[in-house]
């Protein structure tokens, strides 16, 4: 059972904006933050951006800085992404992660525990 599950992923035009959530799945666990980050057919995962429980910082990839917004409720271990001024290079899928070690590598998947199986992102011009 995927312990993290995404959605709101869909199609929409540049310039648009979507919301991504992810919840946990069946699984009981404590996370001391999550994050988002997103993938292309034949790239390497990249960061997108990540939120700390303890103090509430929240982190962003310069990609994003300004457009997507990332939220959520620690005890609840969701995440939320809002995405806004879409952008062509945004398409991608998109997973959630949860650090349940106190990791701090925060913009690093080795950072994290578990993860979802991804939400497509598709932003047409």
């Known amino acids: 059972q995927v312990p993290l599950v995404e959605s709101g992923g869909g199609l929409v035009q540049a310039g648009g904006s979507l919301r991504l959530s992810c919840a946990a799945s069946g699984r009981t666990f404590s996370s001391y933050g999550m994050g988002w980050f997103r993938q292309a057919p034949g790239k390497e995962r990249e960061f997108v951006a990540a939120?700390?429980?303890?103090?509430?910082?929240?982190y962003y990839a310069d990609s994003v800085k300004g457009r997507f917004t990332i939220s959520g409720d620690g005890p609840r271990n969701a995440v939320y992404l809002q995405m806004n001024l879409l952008k062509p290079e945004d398409t991608e899928v998109y997973y959630c992660?949860?650090?349940?070690?106190?990791?701090?590598?925060?913009?690093?998947?080795?950072?994290?525990?578990?993860w979802g199986q991804g939400t497509q992102v598709t932003v047409v011009a």
């Open positions: 992660e949860a650090d349940l070690r106190d990791s701090s590598n925060q913009e690093y998947p080795a950072g994290y525990d578990l």
């Open positions: 939120i700390r429980w303890s103090v509430g910082s929240t």
